[in-house]
């Protein structure tokens, strides 16, 4: 699962990274304490800084929507 590259410009891969920064949130919230949920929140805000550098070279679409 860790062996692959993940791109930002596949709408596919967008889906995958999130997924996976659910499953970091809850192995942080389980080895560390606290809820999952503010992990998430951190991770997911990094992801949408991504999107939104990574996109400008594509569209604007999908800045906007992260």
Same mark, same amino acid.
């Given at each position: ?17 999130? !997924? /996976? +920064?659910i499953c970091i949130a809850k192995d942080? &919230?389980d080895s560390f304490g606290g809820r ?5 929140? !951190? /991770? +997911?805000r990094k992801l949408r800084m991504k999107? &939104? ?14």
């Open positions: 699962m860790f062996n692959k590259v993940i791109q930002l410009n596949n709408k596919m891969s967008l889906r995958n990274k999130a !997924r /996976l +920064n942080l &919230a999952k949920a503010d992990y998430l929140i !951190r /991770l +997911n999107i &939104a550098i990574g996109s400008a070279n594509y569209t604007d679409c999908i800045a906007m929507a992260a």
